[in-house]
């Protein structure tokens, strides 16, 4: 491991728990797109996380949203998404048949990833499930739009969360605070819990919306907390995907 990748772990210390959510400005999320793609994996048993759907049958979440306390993926039949559970009624839902984690993923013993930034996974979801014609899949940023990313960056984040679980809340005005790393974290000034692991960091282009990484947990930069996603290494195709997928990883 590099001088440069133990320095990136020391100085975040990326968390399950912790402070309330620290938001730029925060509200209630609009109903529309790219909100509608946003949708909540809930656990059979208890718990939630957020998810958003990329292609018609995929959605993307936090990987250790996807595994139990002791270390083992859930099942997917454990699993069902709400797609776009908002104010004005749930505009679908979709059985999950399999478990699409990153290349490379894998867990330490105290069930964190030992690479923060792969901490990723899709769930294929099943199509026999219902959704409305609204919800339609965000696009993932190219390479091109993940190095174009600078100080003048701001990120829109949509969440469910343990105080609004049945309504989305947006986090608007998010600041770039740093990209560190191979594969990449993005750090920016709102602070969240893992409660909101999963949540789309979203950034605005001329042509719309795309998604640029997704909310992994806190940390802390020079004593400030920060929030932490993992950046995409890759645009996810989800034919390639199905090629390392299993139903019970």
């Known amino acids: 491991m590099s001088a440069c990748r133990l320095a990136l772990i020391t100085a975040l210390f990326l968390s399950i728990g912790g402070a309330d959510p620290l938001w730029a400005e925060e509200r209630t999320a609009v109903d529309g797109w790219p909100t ?5 994996v809930n656990v059979r048993g208890g718990g939630f996380c957020t998810a958003t759907l990329v292609a018609p049958d995929r959605m993307l979440t936090a990987a250790h949203c996807l595994r139990d306390a002791s270390g083992r993926w859930y ?12 104010r004005d009624g749930r505009k679908g839902h979709a059985p999950v048949r399999a478990i699409v984690p990153a290349p490379g993923l894998t867990f330490a013993a105290d069930g964190r990833a030992d690479d923060p930034a792969r ?34 960056s701001v990120f ?6 343990p105080q609004r ?46 998604l ?22 890759r645009i996810l195709d989800p034919g390639v995907l199905l090629d390392g997928r299993t139903d019970n990883p």
Request: contains cysteine; negative net charge.
């Open 36 to 40: 509608f793609a946003v949708g909540k």
């Open 75 to 86: 099942h997917p039949t454990r699993l069902m998404v709400e797609l776009s559970p908002h």
């Open 119 to 152: 901490n990723w996974a899709v769930l294929e979801l099943n199509t026999g499930g219902r959704r409305d014609a609204r919800v339609q899949p965000v696009p993932l940023a190219s390479p091109t739009d993940r190095d174009s990313l600078g100080d003048d």
């Open 156 to 161: 829109t984040l949509v969440a469910f969360t």
């Open 165 to 210: 679980p049945f309504v989305a809340t947006m986090a608007e005005g998010c600041r770039l605070l740093q990209i560190r790393g191979e594969p990449r974290l993005l750090l920016h000034d709102c602070a969240a819990t893992a409660a909101v692991a999963g949540a789309p960091v979203f950034t605005d282009t001329g042509a719309g919306p795309i």
């Open 212 to 233: 640029v990484g997704i909310q992994i947990g806190t940390g802390s930069l020079d004593g400030e907390p920060v929030g932490v996603a993992a950046m995409l290494e």
